[in-house]
């Protein structure tokens, strides 16, 4: 009697993707699978580009910290992530009374990331500039490490970091306990903010998409507004702000057409008093191909109240302050799904045979991984250096490090064979994941046409 291990057909062929092993005593043994040391200390490559950007006396001081949290993403913050997955967010729309509440309800797991996030800094380190120039170089290391283990939390925390940039250059002193609450190490404090720009009518096509209205709240004061209209595609629907493009009227009344008639605006999501939502109604959470731990909405804004962050006609160019530090994030989290899928394929090539040897003494497999290495160095150099620049490099990191983050996942589940399509292995979703670091801001463009805008 023969047993095969995962087999399947193809044209009436039985195909073996992986066969156990067999002990001495003749009894058969499971597959070792991949395991995950310090991502820090295990990262050779990191280090080293470190060293280049980073003057030594500060990555002395840092580095201790680094090789820490090393440990925490693979514990801690790993299973916090793969608990995330498997206990997606809902929305309940009424409670038992029939009140419309549009609550969206997350997992404990979710709730305790929010909390890791808070107490590493991952936010603050950018903004408290302890190590100067070097501080987005630590804050972003951090979220490298992070990423890939976080259960898509980095999503959010992309998003916070842009609004909190915004607020910061903004000086309104009106925001300022919110651009403190944005970069808390405080987990009771600290706030997650979302980014609203798209609409149905478009995605990476503001100016001819965006139909929500801006219009001035009567007897307030100036800056002061509501927003009526609807959002379609809204990450982060469980934070606390969000920062939203809308359309201003003229003195007529009549919605000023193009990008002149658009400027950026700050919203709460909730009532400060009453806990209620701000005259918002959330219709829907998506279901997306990956990214199934965050939560996304499709939402109505019925007289929303909002203060203006910008002149009315420079609200793209108000966000695309915001943009430019969710792409560098976006780098970070595509570079992070390289390194994680390469490490685990390097550590199982150590521990599989096959035709008599292990994988890494074969010459097509050190090849593949040869292939890997040099695509994810390039783009973690990419991600300092421009975490380093901060503000001259995101748009082309973002763009090649998202499309080398798909090719270098879905060669690393090609190599683990049929286990790397194996849900229970969590080899699949992270090239699920991956997906979405390319559609990011590009909504709406296919890669060319993107790649096209920016030369």
């Not at 003494?361 to 150099?381: F, I, K, N, S």
């Amino acid at each position: 009697v023969v047993s095969r291990w995962n087999t399947g057909c193809a044209g009436g062929v039985q195909m073996v993707y992986g066969m156990r092993r067999w002990r001495p005593d003749g009894v058969r043994d499971a597959q070792e699978p991949p395991s995950l040391g310090n991502q820090y200390t295990d990262d050779t490559a990191l280090r080293d580009i470190l060293r280049t950007v980073v003057p030594s006396e500060d990555l002395e001081r840092f580095e201790p910290d680094l090789e820490r949290f090393g440990w925490r993403v693979v514990t801690e913050v790993k299973d916090l992530g793969q608990r995330a997955e498997r206990e997606p967010p809902r929305l309940e729309s009424y409670d038992a009374w029939g009140s419309r509440i549009d609550k969206v309800v997350t997992s404990t797991a979710w709730k305790a990331l929010h909390d890791i996030a808070a107490e590493e800094g991952l936010i603050a380190t950018g903004y408290e500039r302890n190590f100067g120039a070097a501080s987005r170089v630590y804050q972003f290391t951090k979220l490298y490490l992070f990423a890939s283990s976080s259960g898509l939390y980095s999503c959010p925390l992309a998003m916070t970091d842009g609004a909190a940039r915004v607020l910061e250059l903004s000086r309104d002193p009106h925001l300022l306990k919110s651009f403190a609450r944005l970069t808390s190490r405080d987990p009771h404090e600290f706030w997650t903010s979302g980014q609203w720009m798209t609409e149905k009518a478009g995605g990476s096509d503001v100016a001819g998409g965006t139909e929500t209205l801006a219009k001035p709240k009567e007897g307030a004061a100036d800056g002061e507004y509501e927003l009526h209209g609807q959002k379609w595609f809204t990450s982060a629907a469980d934070g606390e702000m969000s920062l939203a493009l809308a359309r201003c009227l003229d003195q007529q009344g009549s919605p000023i057409p193009g990008t002149r008639g658009l400027a950026l605006f700050y919203v709460e999501m909730r009532d400060s008093d009453t806990g209620t939502l701000n005259l918002i109604k959330l219709h829907r959470l998506k279901n997306k191909l990956g990214t199934k731990q965050l939560p996304t909405a499709e939402l109505s804004l019925e007289g929303t109240p909002a203060r203006r962050l910008s002149l009315v006609g420079k609200g793209v160019a108000a966000i695309a302050k915001m943009i430019n530090i969710t792409r560098l994030h976006n780098t970070a989290a595509a570079a992070s799904a390289m390194r994680r899928v390469l490490a685990l394929a390097r550590d199982y090539a150590g521990r599989r045979r096959a035709f008599g040897k292990l994988l890494i003494d074969q010459p097509l497999a050190r090849g593949t991984l040869a292939w890997m290495e040099v695509r994810t160095r390039g783009c973690l150099h990419i991600l300092l250096d421009a975490a380093r620049l901060l503000g001259e490099a995101e748009t082309v990191a973002k763009l090649f490090s998202a499309k080398e983050a798909v090719r270098v996942c879905s060669e690393g589940i090609e190599f683990f064979g049929g286990q790397g399509y194996i849900e229970d292995t969590g080899l699949p979703g992270i090239l699920r994941d991956a997906q979405v670091s390319l559609d990011f801001d590009f909504a709406g463009l296919g890669y060319e046409e993107g790649y096209g805008r920016l030369h």
